[in-house]
C-alpha cells in the first residue's frame, strides 16, 4: 500500500498569476523547432550512439526540416567533441542548419567546447547552471549571488572567446536548470543579468531556455511559469523565449502546448520523447498535433514510418505500437463499432472536404501509413471492419445483412482461435462459405430460352453424384431458376437481390466480374430459416445462379 501522500510531498505552490492570458489564446503559428536527439536524446540511452548512427540521425533531422539541432555534449567526451569536428570539417551542415552544443557553466569545459566549434559557419552555446534551491543548498551549497555570478561570468567567457573566431556567427543560449522548481523572481533575475552581460538586442538576440527539467506540477502551472517570465523579462524584444519540457508526471506534450499560449518562441525535444527518465517532450506529437489544427509545422513528416525505423535504429529503442500518430496499432480499429463509424466514414469523406473520419484525428494517409492497416479484426470486432477489409481488398461490398451474417462465421473463427484475422484470411473464410458450396448441389451448368413472354432456363446440377437436368420459367433468369430446382424438391424464396461489378482493370470495365448477392427463405419455414447466397462470374446470369446454388446450399445444410 502507498504511504499517505500528504505526509511526504507538498503540493506545489500556483503561480500568482492573476490576470493570465494563455487561457483565451489559440496557437496560430509553429514554433522554432530544436531537436535535442543527438545530445539530451543520446545520453539517455543504454549504448550512446556511435559515430555512423549519430551521422544518420542528424542527416534525417535535416531531411525532417530542423533548422536548430543540438549535436553534443563535446565537453564531455572525445567522440562528442569529434562528432562535432567531423560535422564541420566534413562539411555535413546544410547552409540553413545552424549546430548547437551544451556546456556547464564552468571555465575550462566552456573553453573545450568554444574549440569545437572552430571554423563553424553558425553556432549555438547553450550554457547553463541549476538554479533552485536544492541545488543551491544541498547539491552546491552557493548562494543566490554565487548561483548569478556563474551565469554571468560563463556569459563573459563565452563572449571573449568568440572574439578570437570572428569567422563564426555565434549565438548564445542559456538556461536556469531546474527553471520549473526555481523562484520566478530568482530565475527572472539570472535571465536579465545573462542578456545584459551578452549585450541582447532585437538583433542579436538570446535564446533563454526554460526548462521543466523535472516536471513538477500540471501543465497549467508550467504556463503560468512561462507567462509570468513572459511579461517580467527586460529586454523582451531581444530574447527568444525557448521551452525544454520533459515528461515526468506524462505530461510534456500539454505543458509545450500550453507554453506557446504563454508566449514561447521555441521549443526543445525529441523525435518520439527520448531523453532522460521519461523522455523530453516528444517532437513528432507536438508538430502533428498543430497540423491536425490546419497549422504547418514546417517538419516534414509524411513518411513517418520511414523516420521511426531510422531512430529505432539509431537509439536502439522500440517505439510503443500505441505511441501517438505513429504506433504501429494508432490507426488501427479492432472494436466492431469502431470499424463500422470508421467505414462510413471513409465511404463519404471526399478530397476537397475538411477531415472528419470517425476515431481517426488524422488522415494515414498524411504520415505515409497506408489504409489496409487502418482497420484490424478479432474477437472484438463486428461487421463494419470485416465489411471494410472484404471491400478494400478485394472490392466485395456485402449488403448490410450479409455483413451481419458474415460477422458471426469470422467471430466463430477468432473466438475459437484467439487470434487477429487479415483481409486474406476474411477472404478465405468468406470463398469457403458462399462460393465454394458444392454439397448437396452442384452447379454444372445453365441455358435460357425464349417461352412467349417468359424467360426460360434448363439449369444442369449434380446431386449425390447424378447429373439432373431441370427446366423452370418466370419472369427473369432468377425466378426461372427458382423454379427449375423445385424439380428437384428444392423450394426456396428469394428475399433480397443485389449484384455488383468487382475488378475492372479500365475504364471500360472489361475485366470486371460480376459479385451477385441473393439472401433466400426456405419455403414454408419461418424467418430463421433464411441465408444469404454468393456467386461470382464474368457472365452476370451465371453469377447470380451461381449465388441461388450457394444459398441453397447454405439452407440445406
Known amino acids: 500500500m502507498l504511504t499517505n501522500p500528504a505526509t511526504k510531498y507538498k503540493p506545489f505552490p500556483p503561480v500568482a498569476l492573476v490576470d493570465r492570458q494563455w487561457p483565451s489564446r489559440t496557437i496560430t503559428q509553429p514554433p522554432i523547432w530544436m531537436s535535442t536527439d543527438l545530445r539530451d536524446g543520446n545520453q539517455s540511452l543504454f549504448e550512446p550512439m556511435n559515430v555512423e548512427r549519430k551521422m544518420r540521425m542528424f542527416r534525417t533531422l535535416c531531411d525532417i526540416g530542423f533548422k536548430e539541432i543540438e549535436v553534443a555534449f563535446p565537453s564531455a567526451s572525445q567522440t562528442d567533441f569529434d562528432f562535432v569536428r567531423e560535422l564541420i570539417e566534413g562539411k555535413h551542415i546544410p547552409a540553413d542548419v545552424t549546430i548547437e552544443v551544451l556546456t556547464q557553466a564552468r571555465e575550462h569545459l566552456i573553453r573545450r567546447t568554444m574549440e569545437s566549434l572552430r571554423g563553424a559557419r553558425r553556432a549555438i552555446v547553450h550554457v547553463y547552471n541549476a538554479t533552485s534551491q536544492p541545488f543551491r543548498d544541498t547539491v552546491f551549497g552557493m548562494s543566490k549571488a554565487d548561483v548569478l555570478g556563474m551565469a554571468v561570468s560563463a556569459v563573459e567567457l563565452i563572449k571573449h572567446l568568440a572574439t578570437d573566431q570572428p569567422e563564426t556567427e555565434w549565438v548564445l543560449e542559456y538556461s536556469p536548470e531546474t527553471f520549473s522548481a526555481t523562484e520566478l523572481d530568482f530565475a527572472r533575475d539570472v535571465c536579465d543579468a545573462v542578456t545584459a552581460t551578452w549585450g541582447a538586442t532585437p538583433d542579436r538576440q538570446v535564446i533563454l531556455n526554460l526548462p521543466a527539467t523535472v516536471e513538477m506540477a500540471t501543465p497549467n502551472v508550467y504556463a503560468d511559469q512561462i507567462e509570468w517570465m513572459h511579461r517580467q523579462l527586460a529586454r523582451r524584444d531581444s530574447v527568444i523565449l525557448s521551452v525544454h519540457p520533459h515528461n515526468d508526471r506524462g505530461t510534456a506534450v500539454a505543458a509545450a502546448e500550453l507554453a506557446l499560449l504563454a508566449g514561447a518562441d521555441r521549443v526543445e525535444g525529441c523525435l518520439f520523447g527520448s531523453g532522460e527518465r521519461t523522455g523530453n517532450v516528444d517532437i513528432v506529437t507536438l508538430a502533428l498535433n498543430l497540423y491536425t489544427q490546419g497549422i504547418a509545422p514546417g517538419l516534414d513528416f509524411a513518411d513517418i514510418n520511414a523516420v521511426a525505423r531510422t531512430a529505432e535504429y539509431c537509439t536502439q529503442l522500440p517505439i510503443h505500437p500505441r505511441h501517438p500518430y505513429v504506433g504501429d496499432l494508432v490507426f488501427t480499429a479492432f472494436s466492431g463499432s469502431h470499424q463500422d463509424a470508421i467505414k462510413k466514414g471513409l465511404a463519404v469523406q471526399t478530397a476537397d472536404s475538411f477531415w472528419n473520419v470517425p476515431y481517426l ?197
Open 361 to 557: 484525428p488524422i488522415d494515414p494517409a498524411d504520415v505515409g501509413r497506408s489504409y489496409d492497416s487502418v482497420i484490424r479484426v478479432n474477437s472484438q470486432s463486428g461487421k463494419g471492419g470485416i465489411a471494410y477489409l472484404l471491400e478494400s481488398a478485394y472490392g466485395i461490398v456485402m449488403p448490410r445483412r450479409l455483413q451481419v451474417e458474415f460477422s458471426s462465421v469470422v467471430k466463430d473463427h477468432t473466438d475459437q482461435h484467439g487470434c487477429e484475422v487479415n483481409a486474406s484470411d476474411i477472404w478465405g473464410m468468406f470463398a469457403a462459405t458462399y462460393l465454394g458450396t458444392a454439397t448437396p448441389v452442384r452447379y454444372c451448368e445453365h441455358h435460357l430460352f425464349e417461352q412467349g413472354n417468359a424467360q426460360g432456363v434448363r439449369l444442369v446440377i449434380e446431386r449425390e453424384g447424378i447429373q439432373h437436368e431441370l427446366t423452370g420459367t418466370g419472369n427473369g433468369p432468377i425466378d426461372a431458376a427458382v423454379h427449375a430446382l423445385q424439380g428437384a424438391g428444392i423450394r426456396v424464396q428469394v428475399r433480397s437481390y443485389e449484384e455488383r461489378s468487382i475488378g475492372a482493370s479500365n475504364e471500360a470495365g472489361g475485366d470486371a466480374q460480376a459479385c451477385a448477392f441473393i439472401e433466400l427463405r426456405q419455403a414454408g419455414a419461418g424467418s430463421s430459416a433464411e441465408c444469404y447466397g454468393v456467386g461470382i462470374d464474368g457472365n452476370i446470369i451465371t453469377a447470380s445462379i451461381k449465388a441461388l446454388v450457394s444459398g441453397v446450399n447454405r439452407l440445406l445444410a
